[in-house]
């Protein structure tokens, strides 16, 4: 081979290798022709929003961020940290919110089947009429006239106090105020000898013997003595 032809064969093959970057950067450069328009786009965006932000920006706040930012990391290690274990912890709290969360939305859905969150509703309405019509000062009268009330209450829990209200109610159903007529005093004296109106008689001088406690307040007050009748001479 003489020289002439080694000097094209390297060509050639020089060419062959060649042939490859040539074809790759006409590629770039047809890709650069075709991002020009949209850099051009890009780069106006940027601008129109950095043009927003301009007064509130300086370039100083981008250096003082990093240098907290250097100076936070190990909080920002614990949040991570933190973070990792709210992660752990709602993953193993996962297969119990599946089981709780169908029991809790049955046990709202029971309560609103039975009226409570009605019963709710309309006490926080009775609430807000209370505090339109009565201020503080009549609130607190009330809530003492409840107490007292109260108290009254838990005397009438006695079951002696329960048994004389039950009796005291079924009287009237067995009064027959039809038959009622009008009695002359003989008849209050031979009525005398009737054993019911004796006992009727009984119980209201133990009622009336009761009710005297009334007049100092439920006190018993110790009768005043008679003097003693003087012998004549």
């Known amino acids: 081979m003489t020289n002439e032809e080694l000097i094209l064969k390297k060509l050639e093959d020089l060419e062959a290798k060649i042939n490859p970057i040539v074809k790759s950067w006409e590629t770039l450069m047809e890709l650069k022709e075709d991002l020009m328009p949209l850099q051009n786009q890009a780069i106006q965006l940027i601008i129109r929003e950095l ?33 990792d274990n709210i992660v752990e912890f709602v993953t193993d709290m996962e297969p119990l919110l599946k089981l709780a969360v169908p029991k809790i939305i049955e046990s709202l859905d029971e309560m609103e089947r039975q009226g409570v969150f009605r019963i709710l509703k309309a006490t926080l309405d009775f609430r807000s009429k209370i505090a339109a019509q009565y201020d503080a ?23 002696k106090a329960l048994a004389f209200l039950e009796k005291a ?7 027959d105020l039809s038959k009622s007529r009008e009695i002359s005093p003989m008849g209050l004296i031979s009525a005398g000898f009737n054993s019911e109106i004796k006992q009727g008689l009984g119980v209201l001088m133990e009622l009336t013997k009761a009710m005297g406690k009334m007049k100092d307040n439920g006190h018993s007050v110790s009768p005043t003595p008679i003097a003693a009748p003087r012998a004549q001479s």
């Open 51 to 83: 043009q927003e932000v301009e007064a509130g920006f300086q370039l100083e706040d981008v250096f003082l961020l990093i240098k907290q930012a250097m100076r936070s990391m190990r909080n920002f290690v614990l949040v991570m940290k933190t973070m």
């Open 137 to 159: 000062d009549d609130i607190e009268k009330i809530g003492d006239g409840v107490v007292v009330m109260l108290g009254l209450v838990k005397k009438l829990a006695d079951p």
């Open 169 to 175: 109610a079924a009287l009237p159903s067995n009064v």
